[in-house]
């Protein structure tokens, strides 16, 4: 499987940008007062880039032989995913206030930007580790 690398890596960083661009997008609608921002349609679409992307990432788990919980980078990387999705699902649908939906909005989103600079770094830190040294 390893001979298709670089196809499962090109779908798994495709569907980050997609599932990023679609919940920045949903969350600025859900702030804005826009109720197609949790229409059906929308809502099953963020489902399947999601299982596409967890599927590309598991892929590529096993290709590389990586276990996630061994890797420190990928640790962080896991923890910051469960992060993002309480996060995010405070921020469109289970916050009581607009002011608090948009406090876990941007939240969420700081989470997502750590996440892929932490991905983008292979280091727990992202890139606060230059900092660090």
Do not use: C
Request: charge should be positive.
């Amino acid at each position: 499987m390893i001979e298709f690398y670089l196809q499962i890596k090109a779908v798994h960083v495709a569907m980050v940008i997609s599932s990023g661009l679609l919940f920045a997008l949903r969350g600025a609608a859900v702030l804005a007062g826009a109720r197609w921002a949790m229409a059906a349609p929308l809502r099953y679409l963020s489902y399947s880039i999601d299982t596409v992307l967890l599927t590309a990432a598991m892929m590529l788990l096993t290709v590389l032989k990586l276990n996630p919980l061994l890797v420190p980078w990928l640790s962080m990387k896991l923890a910051l995913l469960l992060v993002y999705v309480v996060l995010g699902s405070l921020a469109l649908k289970r916050a009581r206030s607009r002011r608090a939906r948009a406090i876990y909005f941007v939240a969420a989103l700081a989470t997502f930007t750590f996440m892929y600079f932490v991905a983008r770094e292979h280091h727990p830190l992202g890139v606060l580790h230059r900092l660090a040294a």
